[in-house]
């Protein structure tokens, strides 16, 4: 099958074989431009126009885990470890509000020593400055701690699946594993949350067939959000040497989600940003609808260097705000003015 045979059948029934899915993540030229003009226009009739802005609020760094390729993880030593104070996250969520933000992410290191209840006050006390939609992003914890953190007011889990191949998930991730990873996901779900997965592309000992399980991954969990980038070596990790992700082919599992799953948030995300000058106006270009700006302060930003030369860091957060306000008028798109729920079909 020619890949316009396979964009086709796409577009009749959104089901396709491993193997097409893996010649549309190698394809070229022409056959790249029909991928990533298709899934623009499927962004466009299933998502439309608008750009939902999510404000990401990196709030400590701290990290019990071990993750072979960030920079957080628990061995990198030369790295100063931060948690902002309660008075500057909520001084963060008023200038969010002021700026028209609809939707906070607050993502931190997996560190089980913050207790449920601080960060359900947190949470509560956000959600009185604006009706925020609020994200968590901070790894695994209990299913009591997440049903306490729902009660005050939390909405959304983004918890990437981080690779489809659970004996390479278990390796870069000491001590974890991709079952229970998946099965906290979908416990969320139960539990009312919207839930976002998403991988990293280029991980050292990933074939491209496990990102084409990647890609049946997402669409299998319905998930309402998936995370899509290229993974980036950090030096203060046991990955410094080996090569980043390949952009080209994150843009092509970006299109190829978009098309399989229509209705998802698929965000630009900051990695392609860090790879590219121009990846997040690439990504809105074929599916992409989601911005994250990074609201964290100044201060704190080069300490949470997850991978590094991270776009932004030297910016403060009215910089973010205004550069990537600038992409939206580049992309000839426009910000949404609502929350951005999922708009998956729920069981
Ligand atoms: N600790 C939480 C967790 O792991 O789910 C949330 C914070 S973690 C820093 C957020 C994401 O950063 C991870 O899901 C991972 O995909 C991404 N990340 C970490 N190291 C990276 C690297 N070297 N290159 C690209 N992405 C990376
Ligand atoms: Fe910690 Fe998340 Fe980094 Fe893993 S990816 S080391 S859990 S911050």
């Known amino acids: 099958m020619t890949v316009a045979d396979i964009l086709d059948k796409i577009t009749a029934d959104k089901i396709i074989s491993e193997q097409d899915i893996a010649k549309l993540l190698c394809c070229t030229d022409d056959d ?44 990198n030593k030369k790295i100063t470890r931060y948690r902002m104070t309660d008075q500057e996250i909520i001084e963060t969520g008023q200038l969010a509000s002021r700026l028209g933000y609809r939707t906070l992410v607050l993502q931190s290191g997996e560190y089980p020593d913050y207790s449920a209840k601080e960060l359900a006050d947190l949470v509560y006390r956000l959600k009185t400055i604006n009706d925020f939609a609020i994200t968590l992003s901070i790894g695994q914890r209990s299913l009591t701690d997440y049903q306490l953190l729902l009660s005050a007011g939390a909405d959304r889990i983004l918890m990437r699946h981080e690779t489809s191949d659970s004996a390479l998930f278990t390796r870069l991730r000491p001590g974890t594993n991709l079952t229970a990873r998946l099965s906290l996901l979908t416990q969320l779900r139960e539990l009312g949350y919207q839930i976002g997965l998403g991988n990293m592309v280029g991980l050292p000992g990933q074939s491209l067939m496990s990102i084409v399980q990647d890609i049946l991954l997402i669409q299998t969990m319905n998930a309402d959000m998936a995370g899509i980038g290229p993974f980036l070596p950090h030096p203060q990790t046991p990955l410094a040497a080996c090569n980043a992700g390949s952009y080209t082919l994150s843009l092509h599992e970006l299109a190829i989600v978009r098309l399989l799953v229509p209705r998802i948030h698929l965000p630009a995300t900051t990695a392609l940003a860090t790879i590219c000058p121009d990846g997040q106006l690439a990504a809105l270009n074929c599916g992409a609808n989601v911005l994250m700006p990074n609201l964290t302060p100044h201060k704190y930003r080069k300490l949470y260097t997850i991978y590094p030369n991270k776009a932004g860091i030297t910016e403060d957060p009215l910089d973010s705000h205004q550069r990537l306000l600038y992409l939206v008028g580049r992309a000839n798109r426009t910000i949404a003015s609502d929350r951005g729920d999922s708009l998956q079909n729920r069981r």
């Open 32 to 75: 790249e431009q029909q991928l990533f003009s298709l899934a623009n226009q499927t962004r466009q009739s299933n998502v439309g126009n608008e750009i939902h802005f999510r404000g990401l609020i990196e709030f400590a760094n701290f990290c019990s885990n071990d993750c072979y390729y960030c920079g957080l993880r628990r061995s």
